[in-house]
């Protein structure tokens, strides 16, 4: 090789510049890869049940209650943040671990209540679909059908990315939520004051609200989701760090989606006097001659939003839930061939709530009291199985609880307990 042969090369060599990532954006990108579990699952506990009790709370209470929120939020990150790392630690879903650790009756006992629970909460999706879709003029029989056969079409034809996109867009919805809650003046003052100076009227009904909302904040379909989700997502131990900034954010954020729902029923209906709200389509039709048509429609589309994305997730908690309890494949890659237990238990809690809303005369009223019974009855025993795995050094290593921590998911399990005992209370009496 020539003398100007090696210097052209050398030449060239030196033109080819390698491009310098900065650590920044290194981390960015990692955290996006590791991002969804706890987006998702927040967010989608601000379905159309929360958003009810979120509107309720607003328009019967103002913003004295507010701090019920802040509280139902930090107990919140903290299970949701348990469950993530569990899974990722034991590479199981909740229901199965709950079979390894306390036997099959348990996880058979989980599983049961969990699909009855989740038929009536995703009933309450459907009927939070139909009655936004009537605030459009468009009948439920039109709505109901088509919000059914797209997110069984999403999941069933969906790869995991493409189905976690599809999630991420729908979560965009919320955001109608803060900019009601800005178009309806609300006062910041009074409701900063709601979030951090207790204060509640020891009647029957504040009592009920207060416990409601913890309860629709705290859902079991949220914590037997998460920690299946984070296991989908193949997620390791490395991913941890980035994975508690994800629930964080994502808990945060169903916080944040509440208190707006919140301070705007605050500022509009509980000023005008109008506190008898029984579901949040009622709230959003009130919201027209007080805050505008404009505020109307984005308080309707936020709890259409809400509730597809909670009809998304219903069901995979319940297919996730079936699977692990039988020890079959349960991932959103899968071919139906390869897991049809987990698709099918998708499809028929999706067909079952559906049906039960188009059924003409169904007891919807009756079905949405005994999902709240089920769901409460079946909260307790997962906050502990939840509890006991999190301080079982052969499952979780040196991710066990530490002493601290421990303390705190009973203070919060202690916390629960009375709500749930008072809900309990108030249903049978």
């Not at 579901?279 to 939003?305: N, V």
């Not at 998304?312 to 237990?341: C, F, M, N, Q, W």
Request: hydrophobic content about 55%.
């Amino acid at each position: 090789m020539s003398e100007e042969t090696k210097v052209v090369k050398k030449k060239a060599t030196a033109a080819i510049k390698v491009p310098v990532i900065s650590p920044k954006r290194i981390r960015l990108a990692a955290l996006l890869a590791v991002m969804g579990p706890g987006v998702i699952a927040g967010l989608s506990d601000d379905d159309p049940a929360g958003i009810t009790t979120y509107s309720q709370l607003g328009a019967k209470y103002g913003y004295r209650m507010l701090w019920v929120l802040v509280l139902s939020t930090l107990a919140l990150i903290l299970f949701q943040d348990l469950g993530a790392r569990i899974g990722v630690v034991t590479r199981q879903g909740l229901i199965g671990l709950v079979r390894q650790k306390y036997g099959a009756r348990s996880g058979v006992f989980s599983a049961v209540s969990l699909i009855l629970a989740n038929i009536g909460t995703m009933t309450a999706e459907f009927a939070g679909i139909a009655a936004a879709g009537q605030l459009f003029g468009v009948s439920k029989f039109v709505s109901v059908p088509l919000a059914a056969m797209l997110v069984t079409f999403l999941v069933l034809r969906g790869s995991f990315g493409r189905v976690e996109k599809v999630f991420f867009l729908l979560s965009a919805v919320f955001l109608s939520y803060v900019i009601a809650g800005f178009m309806a003046h609300p006062s910041w003052g009074q409701a900063f004051r709601g979030m951090v100076v207790p204060s509640m009227p020891f009647t029957r009904d504040a009592i009920f609200i207060a416990t409601a909302t913890l309860g629709t904040t705290l859902a079991p379909w949220g914590l037997a989701f998460i920690q299946s989700y984070a296991v989908d997502k193949r997620l390791t131990r490395d991913d941890l760090k980035l994975l508690r900034v994800d629930v964080w954010t994502g808990s945060l954020l169903t916080g944040v989606i509440g208190f707006f729902v919140v301070v705007t029923c605050a500022a509009t209906l509980n000023k005008q006097g109008i506190t008898n709200i029984t579901d949040a389509a009622q709230a959003a039709a009130a919201l027209k001659p007080l805050a505008g048509t404009l505020a109307k429609d984005l308080f309707a589309i936020g709890l259409i939003g809400a509730a597809l994305l909670a009809a998304s997730i219903l069901p995979l908690s319940t297919a996730y839930s079936v699977s692990d309890l039988t020890g079959r494949p349960a991932a959103l890659d899968d071919k139906y061939a390869e897991a049809p237990l987990f698709y099918g238990t998708f499809a028929a809690i999706t067909v079952i709530s559906a049906g039960l809303i188009l059924l003409p005369g169904a007891p919807l009223l009756t079905i949405l009291v005994l999902t709240q019974v089920l769901n409460a009855v079946l909260l307790l025993p997962l906050l502990f199985y939840m509890f006991g795995i999190a301080r079982d050094v052969r499952l979780m290593g040196e991710y066990r609880a530490t002493k601290t921590m421990q303390v705190v998911y009973l203070i919060i399990i202690a916390m629960v307990t009375v709500c749930v005992a008072c809900m309990l209370w108030f249903s049978f009496h």
